[in-house]
């Protein structure tokens, strides 16, 4: 046992090699993570099928063919229940927006619904 006073160089450097290890590893993580993701603006172009769905700090992250995820942010359309449309899309749905427009467009079971995305409709 290492009385409270006396802890050794060894440990410390242990302790920073430690920390270092695991702080390289989460960036390698992060930075793999994000080169697969892709957050849905205006200029966005989308003709996907719904894999899986998270939901992530009020955002909803969807993941496509070909390992590649989008995150959609607060878009809300009040004339669905649910309206939020991180609660709204399932898997299986298909998704699609034309580039420079912001309407997203949710097919299901041969219907269509649209979302404003980053906005709310009605």
Not at 91 to 98: E, Q, R, Y
């Amino acid at each position: 046992m290492i009385p409270e006073n006396k802890l050794q160089p060894i440990h410390l450097i242990c302790f920073a090699i430690i920390a270092f290890t695991g702080l390289i590893t989460y960036v390698i993580y992060i930075s793999f993570y994000l080169s697969k993701t892709e957050t849905v603006k205006t200029e966005t172009e989308l003709n996907i099928k719904v894999i899986k769905k998270e939901i992530y700090r009020s955002s909803l992250v969807v993941d496509a063919k070909k390992n590649k995820k989008y995150i959609f942010e607060h878009s809300i359309n009040k004339e669905y229940y649910p309206s939020k449309l991180r609660l709204f899309i399932q898997t299986g749905d298909s998704i699609s927006k034309k580039r420079n427009n912001d309407t997203i467009f949710i097919y299901r079971n041969k219907t269509s619904y649209f979302f404003i995305n980053h906005k709310g409709y009605n």
